[in-house]
């Protein structure tokens, strides 16, 4: 089992509607979460963090954090055609850092 | 969040050469990290620079292969020796900012390309 997974997608959602982004982890020490977009072409770009379970909210995205069942969600309200792009969930444990394969979204006008 | 600027931003480079690819940070940071990010996958953490030590690499990448600098506290190198076309790919370097423990922030990249 990989440490960090994601559906590769494409996940295409029409525009205005909720987009939900999964991540599975394979431990139960990991700490910290994160997640990151990434445009074509471009380098990573820091979205949300979360480090403890819930929920954290921040403008339209939400991060969702489940140690218990080892999962973490974001979730993008309202989504535009500008959000279309790989999201990259991240787990640290210690001092390791790992990167999921990566999600991507399609946003359709 | 600190700002990164990296050179070159592409290069095209033949076999059994050496590239070496300099970070640059807007503020002093403890901690760097040098990414690999080959076509169409995610990103592979090469190895975190501290200033003073050596770097430690991650499994799968040794010194002779990629050695790193860090002379300072804003500036990193990595150098990719005796290229082959295997180590095409986009080359990044980050850094952790902001108040939360492991947020990093990433410079634009650089796109190598071996011949």
């Known amino acids: 089992q990989k440490e960090v997974e994601q559906n590769s997608g494409p996940l295409s959602v029409p525009e205005g509607a909720i987009a939900s982004l999964n991540c599975t982890y394979s431990?139960?020490?990991?700490?910290?979460f994160f997640w990151y977009r990434q445009y074509s072409g471009k380098s990573p770009e820091l979205i949300m963090s979360?480090?403890?379970?819930g929920d954290k909210e921040d403008g339209r995205f939400t991060a969702q954090l489940n140690k218990a069942s080892q999962y973490v969600s974001l979730l993008i309200r309202d989504s535009q055609p500008s959000d279309s792009a790989t999201y990259l969930c991240?787990?640290?444990?210690?001092?390791?850092?790992?990167f999921g394969p990566g999600t991507s979204l399609s946003v359709i006008p | 969040s600190a700002v990164i600027s990296q050179k070159p931003s592409r290069d095209i480079c033949q076999r059994g050469t050496s590239l070496t690819i300099q970070c640059q940070v807007d503020s002093q940071v403890t901690m760097m990290f040098w990414y690999r990010q080959q076509p169409g996958q995610s990103l592979t953490l090469i190895a975190t620079?501290?200033?003073?030590?050596?770097?430690?690499?991650e499994s799968g990448f040794v010194i002779d292969k990629f050695p790193i600098s860090r002379p300072n506290l804003t500036f990193s190198t990595l150098t990719v020796s005796n290229m082959s076309p295997e180590d095409s790919s986009i080359y990044l370097c980050?850094?952790?900012?902001?108040?939360?423990?492991?947020?990093?922030?990433f410079g634009p990249g650089t796109r190598l390309t071996v011949t």
């Open positions: 991240m787990k640290t444990s210690y001092d390791k850092v790992i």
């Open positions: 980050s850094c952790l900012g902001g108040l939360g423990f492991y947020e990093q922030y």
């Open positions: 620079a501290n200033q003073g030590s050596e770097a430690t690499y």
């Open positions: 431990d139960r020490v990991s700490q910290s």
């Open positions: 979360i480090y403890s379970n």
